[in-house]
């Protein structure tokens, strides 16, 4: 359902156009900007701040010759008398079971794969700053919108867990932004952990938890898909 409140429905229309919602949420926010012009303009407002993220994803032509096999393979031989086709089809039938056995074997004993979690830290003007992506442990962060620091002053990382009453510090974030990869030892990144930068002073805060302003700050949610 919609909500009707205004915080909350900017919250859905972000969630929307980061693709952290399911699917039966998704047909349903976009089937309501058919007739809700407010959503609309809610999600349009959202694409526009978050356009530096295709920045991240450039475009990769495929493999040479790709098309080719493509077409190869739907060419295939001329179909075969009856016999010769049931024979196959029963050694077909045969392998196909023993391999179906295999995988499930297989996914039995398979861990699950890591969840994979994804924000996007903004500034107080909802301007995207950061993407911060998680996965096994890691935090990856990659900055979008690179910003001078004050030379008396650095840019610490910080993580709260839902339920947790004071952040941690993750470390101290290069003068020179562009990427870091983080991995947390007493912590480990979930759904709804809040991930700050705060600015700090020289060598980071001096008591432990943040002393300075939060110039950036996003909540991990899972990522579409995974």
Known sequence: MIPT??????????????????????????????????????VAAWEARLAPLTALAPPEAPPPGLWERIAASLDGPRQAPAVAKSRFLRVWALGASAVAAGLAVL???????EQRLMTVLLTQRDQP??????????????????????????????????GASAPTSLGLIPAEQGRLTVTPSTIRPEPGMLIEITLEPPGGSPTGRPTGPILFIGRLAAARGT
């Not at 700053?129 to 910080?158: K, Y």
Request: charged fraction near 25%; aromatic fraction near 4%.
């Open 129 to 162: 700053a950061w993407l911060v992506e998680a996965q096994g442990g890691a935090l990856r962060l990659a900055s979008l919108n690179p910003q001078p620091v004050p030379s008396d002053r650095v840019m610490q990382l910080w993580a709260l867990p839902q």
């Open 107 to 113: 996914l039995l004993v398979r861990p699950a794969p």
């Open 5 to 42: 409140d205004p915080a909350e429905r900017d919250a859905l229309a972000g969630e929307y156009v980061l693709g952290t919602l399911d699917a039966r949420a998704a047909a349903e926010v976009a089937r309501a900007m058919e007739t809700d012009p407010a959503l609309r303009e809610a």
